[in-house]
C-alpha cells in the first residue's frame, strides 16, 4: 500500500548491479504465523562500482538482524525505507548474514510465503523474494542456493524446494528438517520451497541419453487419483523437447505441485514448479477435455521455461516475453506436435488466434496498450499480459516463418550456445536467429519495440493479356500510448492462389531468378512487406484466381481484403489452408452480424424468416460435409464471440450484438434442425471417456450441435439436454448439457444446477465451474451475481473462486454487465476496491475490464467513467490497481 504517487521505472535507465551474489544459504523456521528466515550469501562488487552501495530489497518484512562479514552492520551504515535496505562502504568480497521475520498467514497478496489450506508455498517471480528477505531482487542476479527447512513434523511432513535434497532428520521437539542443494545458478525469481501435508504420485523416467531422472506430482491427500494426466503431459514434454530442440532435463529430480490458492496459472521454479491445481488435476468426473488441453500445455509451458527461462533468463523484467513470448511458442508447437495430424495442426492454431484476436488485439488498441517488450512500467506484475505472452509467441513464430523449422532450430542452437548460464535481452535471442539464418533482421526489431496491431491492405489486379496477377500490400499502424508514429514493420505474409477449380495454382514471382525453371512451383509463398506498400508481381496465371492471403495467420496483423460473399464460400469450402477456410467462414459471419447490428441500433426489426443467406447456405456445407474433422467444424460454426464483434465496431452496443448473436443462432439452429441432430447423434462416443483429440473434437461438435438446438427452447430440445445431464459419464458432457439447460427455459434446469452443486460441492475445481456457468448466463444479471457472492461456498480471498464469479461475470456476460442503469460498473468498481486490499495482484486484473470503457455509447461511458473515477479515488489504492486505473483514465 502506498501514499505517494508510484514512479515509472524505464527500460532506458537499465544498469548493472553494484554487486553480484555467488551464493545464497538460507535457513527457515517455518511457522504459520511467524516465520524466521536466516540468509547467509557472498558477493562480489561488480567492476566500476568502487564506491557504490549495496542496494537490497525487502518488503512486508522485519529485518531482525544485518552482519557483514561478521560484525553487526551499525545504523549508521545502512538506511532502510521504501522497500530498499542501502548498505554502504560495503568491501569488495562480503558475506552478508541477514535475519528477516515474516507472517506468512496474514499474506493474502500470495507473494512471498503464504500458506493455502494449512500448508507452506512460495511465489516469487517477478518480485515476491523481496518478501521472505533482502536482496538484490532482480533477475540478471544469478547464485547458487542451498536451504535449510525446519517445521512441526506432523504438520509439515513434507519440505521441498529447489534441486536435489541433501540431506533430513530429526530435530527433536517433533520438528525436523531437510536440505536442499540446487546445482544451477538461477535469479531468485525462480526460488521456491513447499511446506506441508502433501501426497505424490511418483515415477521413474529415462531420458534419450540413458539418465534415469525422478518425475513427482505432489498434491493434496485426496487428489491423488487426479495426477495421471500431469504426469502423462510432463513425461510428453520432454520427451518432446528432447526431439524437437535436443534439450534435455538438467536435473535429477522434477516436482510439481498443486496449490488451491495462485494468482496464476502456474510457475516455473528450477526442479519444483508451482501450479494452480486447476493445471494440475483431472480425471473423467471433474475435467472436461479444455481442462485436459489446459493441462496438458500448461505443464508443457512450465517445463519448456527450464531452458528458456531459467537455463537463458532475463536481463531485467522489461524482456519478460524473451522467456515468455517464446516458451508459449514452444507450449503451442509441442501441442501441435502431439495432436500429430495436419487437420489437428490447424485446429490448435485457430485455437491459439482466436484467443490472440479475443485478449490481445483489444490490449494493443487500448490505454494499456504496450510494445513485447516494454519501455516502462510502474507495477511489474501488470505486464503478464497477452500481449507479453500471446503476440510475443507470434513474434517468435514469425522468426520460423520466414527462417524455416530448420532455420529456427540452428538459431535456437546459436542461442543457447552463447547464453547459456545467462541474463540477455530480446535483441540477443534476435540476433542469435539473424546470425543462423544468416539473414538481416534489423527491421524486425519494430515487433519489440512498437505496440498496436498494425493492419495490413490488399489489393490485387488480374491481366489475362500478360498472365499476370499482382498482389499490393500496404501496411499502416495506428497509435497507442507515447507511440503516435509508426514505422513499417517486416511482415511475412504467406500467399496462394486458388483456381476456379479450387486448386492451389503454382505460384513463379516476377523477381525470383529462374523461377520457370524449377520443377516444382510452390503452392504457398511467403511475401516479405518491409515497405509501406510493395507490388509481388506473379508470372503465368492462367485465369483470375482468388486469393487465399495470410495463410496460417503468418503474422499477428488485421488483414483489409474485400471478397465477395461468393469468394469467402468459395474460400470456406475449398482452401487448402485450414487456417484461411476457417478465417473465410468468420468474414462472411462477421459481416453479417455487423450488418443486423446496424440494423438494431436503427430500430429495424429482424426477421426470423429471411431467405437463407451465404452465411446458412455455408454452414450448412460445412456441417454436412462428413469428410471434414469434427474439431474444426466445431471452430468453423461457431459465430465470432461478443467481443470479436464489439472490437469491429467504432460505438459498442453489448445489446445490440447480444441480441444479433442470439438471433444468428437461433436462426442457425432452426434451418439447420435436422443436420444439427444428425451431427448430435452421429458424434456421439459412447464407453469410456478419453480425452484424446479425436474425442474431445467430436464432443465438441456434438455439443456444439446441443447449444444449437437448445437455442429453439422447446420441449425436444430441452429433453434431449437433461438426458445428457443426467446419462454424462464425464465432466465435459455433464457441464455443456447443464450449460445448455441454464440458458433454456428448460423446466428441470433449477434441479440441474442444485443436483450438480450437491454432487460436486467437494470438489473446488467443479464448484469454480459451477458458479462461472451462472455467472455467463444469459438471464443472470448483477442482483442475481451479488446474490452468488453470498452463497457459503463463495470467497474472494482464493483467486480461482474470483475469477470463476466476478471475472466471468464482467468478462464473459457484456450484455448484462453493461446494464443501461450502470449497475454493473458500480458492482465492478466494489470488487476491485475489496481486492485491492485482499489481493492487489487479482484486483489489477479485474480492473482491466473497464479499459475499453471509451469505445461505448457516451450514456455508457459516463457510468464507466464514474465508476473508474470512484476506484481511483480510493485510500490506499496499490501501485498494481493505480496504475491500470489512471492508464484507463488518461
Ligand atoms: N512465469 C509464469 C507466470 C507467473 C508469473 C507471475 C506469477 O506470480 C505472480 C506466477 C506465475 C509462467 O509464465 O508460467
Ligand atoms: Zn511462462
Redesign the pocket.
Given at each position: 500500500m502506498r501514499t505517494d504517487t508510484p514512479q515509472a521505472i524505464y527500460r532506458k535507465d537499465y544498469t548493472p548491479p553494484s554487486y553480484w551474489v555467488n551464493t545464497v544459504e538460507m535457513g527457515f523456521d517455518l511457522d504459520p504465523d511467524l516465520t524466521r528466515v536466516a540468509t547467509r550469501m557472498t558477493l562480489s562488487r561488480n567492476i566500476g562500482s568502487r564506491g557504490k552501495s549495496l542496494v537490497l530489497y525487502g518488503e512486508s518484512l522485519e529485518l531482525v538482524q544485518l552482519r557483514m562479514n561478521g560484525k553487526e552492520v551499525g545504523k549508521r551504515g545502512y538506511t532502510l525505507g521504501n522497500g530498499v535496505l542501502e548498505i554502504f562502504n560495503v568491501p569488495a568480497e562480503v558475506t552478508l548474514d541477514i535475519e528477516t521475520a515474516l507472517r506468512p498467514n496474514q499474506n493474502t497478496s500470495l507473494?512471498g510465503l503464504y500458506t493455502s489450506n494449512g500448508n507452506f508455498f512460495t511465489?516469487c517471480?517477478?518480485e515476491g523474494f523481496r518478501k521472505i528477505t533482502f536482496f538484490p531482487d532482480r533477475p540478471d542476479v544469478m547464485a547458487t542456493y542451498k536451504v535449510m527447512l525446519r517445521a512441526d513434523k506432523d504438520k509439515y511432513p513434507v519440505l521441498l524446494s529447489n534441486g536435489n535434497l541433501i540431506e533430513e532428520g530429526d530435530l527433536g521437539d517433533g520438528r525436523h528438517y531437510a536440505v536442499w542443494e540446487d546445482p544451477f545458478k538461477k535469479p531468485s525469481y525462480l526460488f521456491a520451497l513447499v511446506a506441508g501435508q502433501l501426497v505424490c504420485q511418483e515415477e521413474t523416467y529415462k531420458l534419450q541419453s540413458g539418465r534415469e531422472v525422478l518425475l513427482q506430482v505432489w498434491v493434496e491427500e485426496g487428489n491423488l487419483d487426479k495426477t495421471q494426466h500431469a504426469m502423462d503431459s510432463l513425461k510428453n514434454s520432454i520427451r518432446w523437447d528432447e526431439e524437437r530442440f535436443g534439450l534435455e532435463l538438467d536435473l535429477d529430480r522434477f516436482m510439481i505441485v498443486a496449490v488451491g490458492d495462485f494468482?496464476?496459472?502456474?510457475?516455473?521454479n528450477k526442479g519444483l514448479n508451482i501450479f494452480n491445481t486447476k493445471f494440475v488435476l483431472a480425471n473423467p468426473r471433474i475435467a472436461t477435455d479444455a481442462d485436459y488441453a489446459g493441462i496438458e500445455s500448461v505443464v508443457g509451458?512450465?517445463y519448456f521455461h527450464n531452458w528458456t527461462g531459467n537455463r537463458v533468463t532475463c536481463r531485467d523484467w522489461f524482456q519478460l516475453s524473451l522467456k515468455?513470448g517464446l516458451t508459449v511458442f514452444r507450449d503451442q508447437e509441442f501441442s501441435a506436435d502431439l495432436i500429430g495430424t495436419d487437420s489437428g495442426r490447424a485446429v490448435k492454431r485457430i485455437e491459439d488466434v482466436r484467443v490472440l484476436r479475443q485478449a490481445q488485439f483489444p490490449e494493443d488498441a487500448g490505454p494499456m496498450a504496450h510494445p513485447v517488450r516494454p519501455d516502462s512500467y510502474v507495477e511489474i506484475?501488470n505486464f503478464?499480459t497477452v500481449t507479453i505472452y500471446e503476440k510475443g509467441s507470434e513474434v517468435v513464430r514469425m522468426y520460423q516463418t520466414l527462417l524455416g523449422r530448420d532455420g529456427f532450430r540452428k538459431g535456437m542452437d546459436l542461442y543457447f550456445q552463447r547464453h547459456d548460464g545467462q541474463a540477455v535481452t530480446c535483441d540477443d535471442f534476435r540476433a542469435a536467429m539473424a546470425d543462423a539464418g544468416g539473414r538481416d533482421l534489423s527491421q524486425f526489431e519494430l515487433w519489440y519495440s512498437q505496440a498496436g496491431t498494425p493492419r495490413v491492405k490488399v489489393e490485387t489486379r488480374y491481366d489475362e493479356v500478360a498472365q499476370s496477377y499482382m498482389i499490393t500490400l500496404t501496411q499502416s499502424c495506428p497509435p497507442t500510448p507515447g507511440q503516435p508514429n509508426k514505422l513499417p514493420f517486416h511482415i511475412p505474409v504467406a500467399v496462394g492462389l486458388l483456381d476456379s477449380g479450387g486448386r492451389d495454382m503454382p505460384l513463379v514471382l516476377d523477381s525470383v531468378e529462374g523461377g520457370d525453371d524449377r520443377s516444382v512451383a510452390p503452392t504457398t509463398m511467403v511475401l516479405e512487406l518491409t515497405e509501406p506498400s510493395q507490388t509481388f508481381h506473379f508470372r503465368n496465371v492462367r485465369e483470375e484466381p482468388v486469393p487465399s492471403v495470410l495463410r496460417n495467420f503468418s503474422a499477428p496483423v488485421i488483414l483489409d481484403i474485400e471478397y465477395t460473399d461468393a469468394q469467402l464460400a468459395f474460400l470456406m469450402a475449398n482452401d487448402s489452408d485450414a487456417f484461411n477456410r476457417w478465417e473465410a467462414g468468420q468474414r462472411l459471419a462477421m459481416r453479417r452480424m455487423l450488418a443486423l447490428t446496424e440494423a438494431v441500433k436503427n430500430g429495424e426489426a429482424l426477421d426470423r424468416n429471411a431467405d437463407e443467406n451465404a452465411l446458412g447456405a455455408a454452414f450448412r456445407a460445412t456441417l454436412t460435409d462428413n469428410a471434414l474433422d469434427p474439431a474444426f467444424c466445431e471452430l468453423a460454426l461457431t459465430l465470432p464471440s461478443e467481443s470479436v464483434v464489439a472490437e469491429q465496431m467504432d460505438v459498442v452496443h453489448p445489446q445490440a450484438i447480444h441480441q444479433v448473436r442470439r438471433f444468428l443462432r437461433r436462426a442457425l439452429a432452426s434451418a439447420l434442425r435436422f443436420q444439427w441432430e444428425v451431427a448430435y447423434q452421429s458424434n456421439r462416443t459412447p464407453g469410456a471417456y478419453s480425452p484424446d483429440p479425436v474425442s474431445a473434437g467430436k464432443r465438441g461438435l456434438k455439443n456444439l450441435a446441443l447449444s444449437y438446438i437448445v437455442e429453439l427452447d422447446d420441449g425436444d430440445a430441452h429433453k434431449l439436454a437433461q438426458s445428457q445431464y443426467d446419462n454424462a459419464n464425464n465432466m465435459t458432457d455433464r457441464i455443456a448439457a447443464l450449460s445448455a439447460l441454464v440458458n433454456s427455459n428448460a423446466p428441470g434446469k433449477d434441479a440441474a444446477l442444485a443436483s450438480f452443486y450437491e454432487d460436486f460441492k467437494q470438489e473446488a475445481l467443479v464448484v469454480d465451474k459451477w458458479f462461472s456457468l451462472q455467472a455467463m448466463a444469459r438471464h443472470t444479471d448483477v442482483a442475481a451475481v451479488r446474490e452468488l457472492m453470498n452463497h457459503p461456498a463463495f470467497s474472494l480471498r482464493n483467486p480461482n473462486r474470483a475469477r470463476s464469479l466476478i471475472f466471468s461475470f464482467c468478462n464473459g456476460n457484456p450484455a448484462q454487465f453493461h446494464a443501461p442503469d450502470g449497475s454493473g460498473y458500480e458492482f465492478w468498481a466494489d470488487q476491485v476496491i475489496a481486492l485491492n486490499t485482499i489481493n492487489p495482484?487479482v484486483a489489477a486484473r479485474l480492473a482491466r475490464s473497464l479499459d475499453r470503457w471509451r469505445k461505448y455509447a457516451p450514456e455508457l461511458q459516463d457510468r464507466m467513467r464514474a465508476a473508474l473515477q470512484r476506484v481511483a479515488a480510493t485510500k490506499s489504492l496499490s501501485k498494481d490497481v493505480h496504475e491500470v486505473i489512471s492508464k484507463s483514465l488518461a
Open positions: 507473494m511465489q517471480e517477478a494468482n496464476m496459472g502456474a510457475m516455473e509451458h512450465e515468455e506484475n503478464y495482484q
